[in-house]
């Protein structure tokens, strides 16, 4: 028997690559971004809160919508801002801005009752720090972990996102039923506080083509040159294309839809916190499952498939007869279209050039919570006209346009998450 000695293999064979989950620095970041994630919440039920407070329902509904115009309108340009100054002084400086004028805020409201101007005027504020706060923040990832690790990151960042809506609401009621809106200002603007050592203690590891700078390019150029970079590229093309339809299909029966169908069936508020809730099960499940295996086989073949086999199920949610099949169906709902979510995040960050990742960021931010949302208005119409069984198929039609349009690009159904 020949002995094999191993002593020059060992030596040969390269680390193995540290998992997300147990790297510090990763979880300095997640922790970051957890708090802000946290403050977001707190921050929306106290200007809610507060809004209803000092005017009627429709101007309190004004003040809760006008700061997606600034978002929307900016969001493209928040894309270049990431690029040219680097996405973590972005952040940082957005966090550092937020907490300081929901702190003034609250501060404010201690000692008088300035009205729904102010609360308007900090809404819009805060659309504008989001527009260039999103693309910072999804082009981070590849500058603090190895590109292996970026999918097991977009589960991680699921999981905080979920925690973050489950623990911010109750945080922010409890804060408005101990010391009214002020307290609950003053809490966000803590967390938005706390986020800013975390980052600052982050270690970033610089990308190729982060110190070439464009002092000779203006900002609309530079806008220009990434919507060309994306429009040419073989896979990120179809993949936005992918993102835009699949949200926007999905966004209008999840959100508007939902209370309708709920209303119709009988099923009441509970019923649909019941929904919501299976599908967050089912989105924090495959999140969880992404942030612990790390990598998928096959990421844009699967993408496509699972944002194929989701629109089915968001089909048959308006056919279901009870209330437990609803929920039951929500959770596979949540499953699928998590999954192909997060694969779509981590093929976006690992195939776009360092230098187009923030604008490439904010153009996928744009489809998501820019134009998706438009379609509530219409949702709730034309389940007005229709009823939700054809307004549920059509949504899910669209989804499934987005998954059958992935499957058809060659490129895209074949493009790999890297090892």
Known sequence: MSVVDTSVQTANTPPAEKPAYRDANVLRWLGAYAASAVGDSIYYLALSWAATRSGSPAQAGVVLAV???????????GGVVADRIGPRRVVIATDAARSLIVLGVAALLLVAAPGLWLLA??????????????????????RIARPGQLARIQGMRGLASRAATV????LGGIAVALGGSATAFGLAGLLFALSVPLLLAVRITPLPGDDAGRPEATALRDLADGLRYVRRHRILAPLLVVIALGDLGFVGPLNVGL??????????ASGMGWILAGFGIGAGATALLLAVRGRVPRAGLLQGLVLTVGASA?????????????????????LLTGLSGTVCGALLQTRSDPAYLGRVTSLATFFSLGLAPLSFPVTGAAVGLWGTTPVFALSAAICAAGGVYGLCSRDLRRAELPR
């Open 67 to 77: 700061s997606a115009v600034p978002r929307a309108l900016l969001m493209l340009g």
């Open 121 to 142: 005027a900090v809404a819009v504020v805060f659309g504008v720090l989001d527009a260039v706060f999103m693309p910072a923040v999804g082009a981070l990832p590849p």
């Open 167 to 170: 623990v911010g609401a109750p």
């Open 259 to 268: 209370a309708l169908l709920a209303d119709e069936r009988g099923w009441g």
């Open 314 to 334: 968001l089909a048959g949610l308006a056919l279901v007869p009870s209330l437990m099949a609803a929920v039951a169906v929500a959770v596979m709902i949540g």
